[in-house]
């Protein structure tokens, strides 16, 4: 088992940073891979990055030049770091993670956080 939270949300005005944390728990964090979703209201749920065991990336296109995915196994956590932040990336944000699988698809992570939440006011 592994226990995610995740932490950093806010509100932050359109052109702002943040960085978010997935802090994990309850195994060798180094074996999973990671990916950050993100839901906002009314809408599905979408992927935004993911970062395997090798730390190798990949980002739904649109987000790659704002967002950077990184994780540090020796502090068992994995980062989202956002910048020039717009309204239309007001969400909750959660990271997932699976032993096996590296991949956009929420439907193949296994553990998932309860969620931060980020709101970026125009």
């Known amino acids: 088992q592994v226990q995610l939270v995740e932490s950093g949300g806010g509100l932050v005005q359109a052109g702002g940073s943040l960085s978010l944390s997935c802090a994990a728990s309850?195994?060798?964090?180094?074996?999973?891979?990671v990916g950050w979703f993100r839901q906002a209201p009314g809408k599905r749920r979408e992927f935004v990055a993911a970062?395997?065991?090798?730390?190798?990336?990949r980002y739904t296109e649109y987000l790659k030049d704002r967002f950077t995915i990184s994780r540090d196994n020796a502090k068992n956590a994995v980062y989202l770091q956002m910048n020039s932040l717009k309204p239309e990336d007001t969400a909750v944000y959660y990271c997932?993670?699976?032993?096996?699988?590296?991949?956009?698809?929420?439907?193949?992570?296994?553990?998932w956080g309860q969620g931060t939440e980020v709101t970026v006011s125009s």
């Open positions: 997932a993670a699976d032993r096996q699988r590296w991949t956009t698809d929420a439907l193949q992570y296994t553990y």
């Open positions: 309850g195994h060798t964090f180094n074996a999973y891979a």
């Open positions: 970062i395997s065991w090798s730390s190798n990336t």
